[in-house]
């Protein structure tokens, strides 16, 4: 059996409903202030570990609904699981799964398929699936905003410096990362820097 098939893939849409609110009332204003500075109005986001796509799926229906033009928004979303990329690819959710969404969200960004919903074709265009060990690091770079949410735990001590290494590598300069709930960087020897926002703690990677 493949290593990814002990795994569990466990997640869920707007899993920890507190990162969200912080994307959209800090780090969304938080970047848009900093790159209209710079004139690059593209906002990059990883969500590393993506299961099956309702991390991503999540993020895009947001940053669809409080961008506002000429703002755009691109998400590369990696796993390690063939079998969870082609279930966030095909974007089919059973009814039980439609968890967490709010009525305005499933009427705008899913169709009712028979079964359950399927999410739209502009909100699955923002997204590129793609398979990624994060032990191996990422080709990624600039990134702004990096989901790195219930990984942590399946990597020892030093996997996990490797790998938070790895993802500071791949951030821009001045840009954001989230990670689980009861996750912590706190004792590892990264150079993120440690943010309490109204909504929640998150990290930051400053230069
Ligand atoms: C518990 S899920 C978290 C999903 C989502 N980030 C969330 O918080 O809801 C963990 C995911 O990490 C993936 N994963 C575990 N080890 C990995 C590795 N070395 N490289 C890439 N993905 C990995 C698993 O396949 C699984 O889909």
């Not at 999540?58 to 590369?76: G, N, Q, R």
């Not at 398929?113 to 909100?123: H, L």
């Not at 309490?196 to 930051?204: F, V």
Request: proline residues 3%; contains cysteine.
């Amino acid at each position: 059996m493949a290593e990814a098939e002990f795994l569990s893939n466990l997640t869920r849409f707007f899993r920890n409903q507190a990162h969200f609110d912080a994307l959209e009332h800090f780090v969304i204003p938080e970047l848009m202030r900093i790159k209209q500075a710079a004139g690059n109005t593209t906002i990059k986001i990883w969500s590393a570990g993506c299961s099956t796509g309702e991390e991503p799926y999540s993020i895009a229906m947001l940053l669809s609904e409080i961008l506002p033009p000429p703002w755009k928004f691109e998400i590369a979303a990696g796993d390690i699981s063939p079998r969870s990329l082609a279930a966030g690819k095909e974007g089919f959710y059973a009814d039980s799964q439609i968890v967490g969404i709010s009525d305005n969200y499933l009427k705008k960004y899913f169709d009712k398929v028979d079964g359950g919903y399927k999410v739209r074709a502009d909100i699955m265009s923002k997204i590129r699936f793609e398979h990624q060990d994060l032990k191996n690091g990422s080709a990624l770079q600039d990134m702004d905003i990096v989901f790195c949410r219930n990984v942590l735990i399946y990597f020892d001590e030093e996997a996990r410096a490797a790998l938070m290494g790895h993802v500071w590598n791949s951030m821009a300069a001045k840009s954001f990362l989230f990670i689980g709930n009861s996750e912590t960087l706190f004792g590892m020897d990264t150079r993120f820097e440690f943010v309490k926002t109204e909504w929640t703690a998150l990290y930051r990677k400053f230069i």
